[in-house]
């Protein structure tokens, strides 16, 4: 990847993340597979976490991280990605003392494997893990314990969501896991995708409940839906995955 790609700017976000706000937030974007990866922070105990980091922008994460004097803990995935490969081993080695998390219905190696229900904490917050399987039977929501925001990974994308065509997904289990995980959630609740391919970078639990063109459909439409969207495999699918598979635990990239 050119270096320019590398030098993508990160924005603070408005919600309750301003210089005066307890809580530090940064979302970051890789070009190629049009990710998004959230670094996470506490400002008093300056412990911190980093959601769905992509392999190429590993060294950008981890610079960030030193920049605003933060210790990374853990290196959070949503699910085992197919369209990059994680960035989760190379920052454990770039960042001693992280570790490397993903859900334990994924399959994947990790130091930490979690479940729903289980919370991950830094410093005074905390994520709270809900289960929310469809696009893969691994994938997780992170919702921040007041409830203030949620990371979906690929489960709830803006105006849209994961396929569900690969990887062992379900039309109807992701519907599902979308109403009950996170259409319950506060209609102000803040949504970050771990995707985006229009230019956006958030949306709320209560535009995506009411203008969402898939999800406001029945359960049976959306699964005709989805059923029939024809889309490409992905290009990095047959590298990305089995990498991924060794998540966080493989030796990085000399």
């Given amino acids: 990847m050119a270096v320019s790609a590398l030098r993508v700017s990160w924005r603070q976000l408005s919600h309750q993340t301003g210089s005066g706000a307890p809580i530090l937030l940064r979302q970051l974007f890789e070009p190629t597979s049009c990710t998004y990866t959230y670094l996470l922070g506490d400002r008093e105990s300056r412990e911190a976490v980093l959601i769905d980091p992509v392999l190429e922008t590993a060294p950008r994460d981890a610079q960030l991280v030193k920049e605003l004097g933060l210790r990374l803990l853990y290196a959070v995935n949503t699910h085992c990605h197919a369209d990059h490969i994680t960035g989760s081993g190379l920052l454990r080695s770039l960042l001693p003392g992280c570790q490397s998390v993903i859900s334990r219905l994924s399959g994947a190696q990790a130091d930490l494997h979690i479940e729903d229900g289980d919370s991950i904490r830094f410093g005074r917050f ?26 979906t990974g690929d489960a709830l ?27 319950t959630l506060p209609g102000d609740c803040l949504i970050y ?10 949306s709320t ?20 839906v989805m059923n029939n969207l024809n889309l490409p495999k992905p290009l990095q699918i047959d590298i990305a995955v089995p ?7 493989q030796s990085p990239p000399s």
């Fill in 126 to 151: 905390a994520l709270e893990t809900r289960a929310s399987p469809g696009h893969t039977p691994g994938c997780v929501t992170f919702v921040l314990n007041d409830h203030s925001m949620a990371f």
């Fill in 157 to 183: 994308l803006i105006r849209g969501c994961g396929r569900t065509d690969f990887q062992q997904g379900c039309a109807k289990t992701l519907y599902h896991s979308v109403h009950k995980k996170i259409f």
């Fill in 193 to 202: 995708p771990a995707h985006d391919y229009h230019g956006l970078t958030v």
């Fill in 205 to 224: 639990v209560e535009e995506e409940r009411t203008l969402n063109p898939r999800l406001t459909l029945s359960c049976e439409e959306f699964i005709k």
């Fill in 243 to 249: 990498a991924n598979m060794r998540c966080g635990v």
